[in-house]
């Protein structure tokens, strides 16, 4: 099943002509499901792969570039007679501030919910689970780690014809856990083979919760919002620097660190630089990029860049 995540806005805290605020979307199958949606997110989308109707947003804390554009995007499915349930999830308070927000976005025509998560909550989809994570940043603030379901194991069809077991409905009963005659499934099928696992930090400074939870991860969304030259700055607000985010990929063991909210002051090369002297397994997603993640037989995370004209599919 496809797997990917699209950069809808990768700047920190101001918009630039180059990069949105933070929005990226979850693509699994025929799931969409949105991490933050900063101002202007819909925008970004329609200019893009097109405005999905999203089955959930989670957010990752209540400051406003992370949550601006969702009053308008709500809007706009009403408007498009939107009939599919819409669920947005975050920390406590998320109740409040959507109750905040409701003279803006108005009486919606479709069902929505609103749900509060607490650190260790996981939202179960199909295959997969969405689980909250607590890291430090001013207020309480999630990341979310995306992790698939256990794949059953590879079926070895030589190794079930050395043991008497003809091709056909025979085959299909082992791999469904069922014994033929005196031949086990464990006989022919190995060890189950784990799901892909995604981790986005939100905005944080290190920690061991951010470690933890990346820990083995396909792929870790690590924001990067100074240099390490901003150190002092970078610890006053609650935010990480490019070597920071990558000495934690490279303590966790991750496939492949995206960097994200990038402030203003740069222009992402000096960040990449930094980070990939720690850990050379780095990008630097530029709006409408997506990292697609194949199965682990499949190959490697890779960053798929955004060509201008084109039209991915949403």
């Given at each position: 099943?496809?797997?990917?995540?699209?950069?809808?806005?990768?700047?920190?805290?101001?918009?630039?002509?180059?990069?949105?605020?933070?929005?990226?979307?979850?693509?699994?199958?025929?799931d969409r499901i949105l991490f933050d949606c900063g101002e202007g997110t819909q925008r970004q989308l329609v200019r893009s792969v097109g405005l999905p109707d999203v089955g959930a947003v989670f957010l990752t804390h209540f400051h406003a570039d992370h949550w601006l554009g969702l009053p308008g995007m709500l809007k706009s499915f009403a408007l498009r007679d939107r009939e599919r349930s819409l669920t947005?999830?975050?920390?406590?308070?998320?109740?409040?501030?959507?109750?905040?927000?409701?003279?803006?976005?108005?009486?919606?025509?479709?069902?929505?919910?609103?749900?509060?998560?607490?650190?260790?909550?996981?939202?179960?989809?199909?295959?997969?689970?969405?689980?909250?994570?607590?890291?430090?940043?001013?207020?309480?603030?999630?990341?979310?780690?995306?992790?698939?379901?256990?794949?059953?194991?590879?079926?070895?069809?030589?190794?079930?014809?050395?043991?008497?077991?003809?091709?056909?409905?025979?085959?299909?009963?082992?791999?469904?856990?069922?014994?033929?005659?005196?031949?086990?499934?464990?006989?022919?099928?190995?060890?189950?083979?784990?799901?892909?696992?995604?981790?986005?930090?939100?905005?944080?400074?290190?920690?061991?919760?951010?470690?933890?939870?990346?820990?083995?991860?396909?792929?870790?969304?690590?924001?990067?919002?100074?240099?390490?030259?901003?150190?002092?700055?970078?610890?006053?607000?609650?935010?990480?620097?490019?070597?920071?985010?990558?000495?934690?990929?490279?303590?966790?063991?991750?496939?492949?660190?995206?960097?994200?909210?990038?402030?203003?002051?740069?222009?992402?090369?000096?960040?990449?630089?930094?980070?990939?002297?720690?850990?050379?397994?780095?990008?630097?997603?530029?709006?409408?990029?997506?990292?697609?993640?194949?199965?682990?037989?499949?190959?490697?995370?890779?960053?798929?860049?955004?060509?201008?004209?084109?039209?991915?599919?949403?």
């Amino acid at each position: 099943m496809d797997l990917s995540l699209f950069f809808a806005g990768t700047a920190g805290s101001m918009p630039t002509a180059r990069r949105g605020l933070p929005a990226v979307l979850l693509r699994r199958g025929g799931d969409r499901i949105l991490f933050d949606c900063g101002e202007g997110t819909q925008r970004q989308l329609v200019r893009s792969v097109g405005l999905p109707d999203v089955g959930a947003v989670f957010l990752t804390h209540f400051h406003a570039d992370h949550w601006l554009g969702l009053p308008g995007m709500l809007k706009s499915f009403a408007l498009r007679d939107r009939e599919r349930s819409l669920t947005v999830y975050g920390p406590p308070g998320l109740k409040e501030l959507m109750g905040a927000l409701r003279f803006v976005y108005g009486r919606l025509p479709y069902p929505f919910s609103i749900v509060e998560l607490e650190a260790g909550d996981w939202v179960e989809f199909d295959g997969y689970d969405i689980a909250a994570f607590n890291v430090r940043h001013r207020g309480q603030a999630f990341g979310y780690a995306i992790a698939e379901e256990e794949r059953p194991g590879r079926f070895d069809p030589e190794r079930a014809r050395e043991l008497g077991v003809a091709f056909g409905p025979d085959f299909g009963r082992l791999q469904r856990g069922e014994a033929v005659g005196d031949v086990a499934p464990d006989q022919v099928v190995g060890a189950p083979r784990p799901g892909r696992r995604l981790v986005l930090s939100g905005d944080t400074a290190p920690c061991d919760a951010l470690r933890d939870a990346a820990a083995g991860a396909d792929v870790l969304v690590h924001e990067a919002t100074f240099a390490e030259s901003e150190l002092e700055r970078a610890r006053q607000t609650g935010h990480s620097t490019a070597r920071q985010a990558a000495e934690i990929a490279e303590e966790a063991g991750v496939g492949l660190l995206a960097l994200t909210h990038v402030s203003t002051r740069y222009l992402g090369r000096e960040l990449l630089d930094e980070a990939r002297a720690v850990f050379p397994a780095t990008v630097l997603p530029r709006d409408f990029d997506a990292i697609e993640v194949p199965l682990a037989e499949k190959g490697a995370p890779e960053l798929v860049r955004f060509e201008p004209g084109a039209r991915a599919p949403a």
